[in-house]
């Protein structure tokens, strides 16, 4: 509220639409009822929306709406147009470590259509289906990659009928095929990606959730439409990026609060030169928080997490099991059905 009265605008941040609705929704009434004026930003609005919305005393949105929101105000040629146009005053972030830490290095990247023909993908797909596993290309699941074998190379080659494959005039056969083979390979459907009323949609696999507007670069995108039989969308070239972390180091000043902050308190004042206060519980800590247990092997690790669900299961207790992606989410779910579970 303080901030606020400056008249230069805050932003608070949180991590989804919906918590951005809600939250000014809830405090709104507040912030009206002492003269303040309160805007959301959420992704589909218009600019003219956005930019009555910006000019609120206090702007309720999500990271990612607000760092597109400046990267979109970099591209345009006459001020007035800018929808940021007080530029970034204060924000208060929810979830601090999660936007300022782990996802700092996450690129928010703003592309525009390149002029690449899109009967390449088609032909490329045609081929690499018929390719079979470990016989034509080897697969490496750490990086997402497959790699041809030498008879699949030749393979490929016969089918395309482009000689060599490798040489410069054939650079851009050879990458149509490696993202292809990726595609085809690396890339499943219901677990990496969904299709939805013909589009092919990214699933975050730290959340679940669809990630709308979202693309993956490089022509890996048009591959995966290519093979599940959708339109292929024009390929894209990166106009404008930025990193969470420089976004956010742009404010004049910057805020935050989060239940999991002391553990981080080092990297905050590192980068940020922010300090973390810990805030004492209203009643004494009643949670026993034990030593970490260490496996060898994460085998072991879910074996044991497994058993310590059966043995709280029995008691009647209600158990919540967090990981760290949607795969990890499933290897504990097929061990617990297992168990009848």
């Not at 081929?127 to 470990?134: C, K």
Request: with cysteine; glycine share 6%; charged share 30%.
């Amino acid at each position: 509220y303080l901030n606020a009265l400056e008249g230069k605008g805050v932003h608070i941040v949180t991590v989804n639409d919906y918590l951005a609705n809600r939250d000014a929704e809830w405090m709104g009434k507040i912030f009206r009822f002492l003269g303040l004026s309160v805007g959301v930003i959420v992704h589909g609005y218009d600019e003219k929306h956005k930019q009555r919305q910006y000019g609120a005393d206090i702007t309720y949105g999500t990271n990612s709406e607000f760092g597109f929101d400046y990267l979109r105000d970099n591209m345009k040629y006459r001020l007035q147009d800018y929808v940021q146009s007080r530029g970034l005053h204060y924000a208060v972030i929810d979830e601090v470590d999660s936007i300022l830490i782990d996802e700092a290095r996450t690129p928010l990247i703003i592309s525009g259509p390149s002029e690449e023909s899109r009967d390449k993908y088609q032909t490329v797909n045609d081929v690499v289906a018929r390719l079979v596993v470990e016989r034509d290309f080897t697969i490496d699941e750490k990086s997402k990659s497959a790699v041809l074998t030498d008879e699949g190379v030749d393979r490929v080659e016969s089918m395309l009928q482009v000689g060599n494959l490798f040489s410069p005039e054939n650079v851009e056969w050879s990458h149509h095929v490696s993202k292809a083979l990726s595609a085809h390979a690396c890339y499943k459907r219901d677990v990496d990606y969904l299709v939805h009323q013909g589009e092919v949609l990214i699933i975050d696999e730290n959340t679940g959730r669809t990630m709308e507007g979202r693309r993956w670069s490089d022509g890996l995108h048009q591959a995966i439409e290519a093979k599940e039989g959708v339109p292929i969308q024009h390929e894209s070239m990166t106009l404008a990026t930025i990193t969470y972390q420089n976004f956010y180091r742009m404010y004049d000043k910057l805020s935050g609060m989060t239940g999991t902050a002391d553990t981080e308190a080092e990297e905050f004042e590192k980068i940020y030169k922010l300090d973390v206060s810990v805030i004492p519980t209203n009643k004494p800590m009643v949670r026993d928080d034990r030593q970490d247990l260490v496996y060898k092997t994460e085998a072991e690790k879910f074996r044991a997490v497994v058993e310590d669900i059966s043995e709280r299961h029995a008691r009647g207790q209600p158990i919540l099991v967090g990981t760290r992606n949607v795969d990890k989410s499933e290897v504990v779910s097929r061990l617990l059905k297992k168990n009848q579970i």
